[in-house]
């Protein structure tokens, strides 16, 4: 190859090099999937925030926008720089907000389509939807070192297999350094013997947050429990948890509920909907507020 024609080659590709380096992300920028997943987030955060947190809560609704971060291991000042970035490379952000919106638009049409919650759909006449939740819906009270909130149920003839329950309720902690996580969990046990179980880390940050645990029975269940640990602590927590309930979600053809049975249940909620615990209960005596949350042995047949 003459030397003379290497050079322009050589040339070129520096050319092009320089022209395409400021392209290049840097180490520290997000890629175009994990942006587009954190920018998703923080359209539907803020969008929850604007309806439930004041405008003038201004330090209330930044706690909500850093949660996000630290759901994806981000502090602001790297989301920033990711920002930065791309708003000076508009190719690559003009990309990403489309993904967005077209993440945001399949989300609302996937709402639309009933994806999430199938049984509301009137067109299924084969599901059917009751909340079991039988105890106050309302809590709050000062658990001291090693407390917990637990409830059980025992009836292996009401839950069957294929069932779907969701079990759901807000719940804020108080902060404290000394408490740095506590757990919930949620159990099922078979007529085999297996257990499902599962456990989600709580975050004492004074922030309310909406807990959804939804399972398919994948057998014959004979218990079911829930726990909020507090853990090791040397100061007590201010707990609260409110909208509890718990939606069974069933084949109402293959397993039908009567009317009576409906009503008998619409009557037990009707006397324990937001009972409110008494003050040394809250206080001192939490084997009661278990006795009040644990759901009865026996339901009505």
């Known amino acids: 190859m003459p030397l003379s024609k290497f050079h322009k080659i050589l040339w070129c590709l520096l050319v092009a090099f ?6 290049i992300k840097p180490f520290n920028v997000l890629s175009e999937k994990e942006m587009t997943d954190v920018l998703v987030d923080l359209h539907l955060t803020t969008a929850a925030v604007n309806i439930r947190v004041p405008i003038e809560q201004k330090a209330i609704r930044q706690q909500y926008i850093n949660a996000v971060f630290e759901k994806h291991g981000l502090t602001r000042e790297e989301f920033e720089t990711s920002l930065d970035w791309y708003t000076k490379n508009s190719k690559q952000l003009s990309a990403i907000y489309d993904a967005v919106e077209l993440q945001l638009t399949q989300m609302e049409t996937d709402v639309d389509n009933y994806v999430y919650h199938p049984e509301l759909n009137p067109a299924n006449d084969t599901i059917d939807t009751i909340n079991i939740w039988m105890r106050p819906t309302r809590f709050h009270y000062a658990l001291k070192a090693t407390d917990s909130l637990r409830f059980e149920w025992h009836d292996s003839n009401f839950l069957t297999k294929g069932d779907k329950l969701i079990w759901s309720y807000v719940l804020k902690l108080s902060k404290s350094d000394t408490l740095p996580a506590p757990t919930m969990e949620f159990g099922v046990k078979y007529t085999d013997g297996t257990i499902d179980s599962i456990r989600h880390r709580m975050h004492g940050d004074t922030l309310k947050r909406q ?5 398919t029975m994948r057998s014959q269940p004979i218990k079911l429990w829930g726990i909020f640990c507090a853990s090791e602590q040397t100061d007590d927590k201010n707990v609260t948890i409110d909208t509890v309930w718990m939606t069974r979600i069933f084949n109402k053809k293959s ?3 009567d009317t009576a049975w409906r009503t008998h249940l619409d009557t037990l909620q009707k006397r324990t909907y937001n009972l409110p615990l008494p003050q040394k209960v809250m206080e001192t005596k939490l ?4 006795e009040l949350m644990a759901l009865p042995d026996k339901m009505p047949r």
Do not use: M, Q
């Open 18 to 23: 320089i022209c395409s380096a400021c392209y």
């Open 211 to 215: 807990i959804t645990v939804t399972h």
């Open 255 to 257: 397993h039908p509920l």
């Open 287 to 290: 084997g009661k507020a278990n």
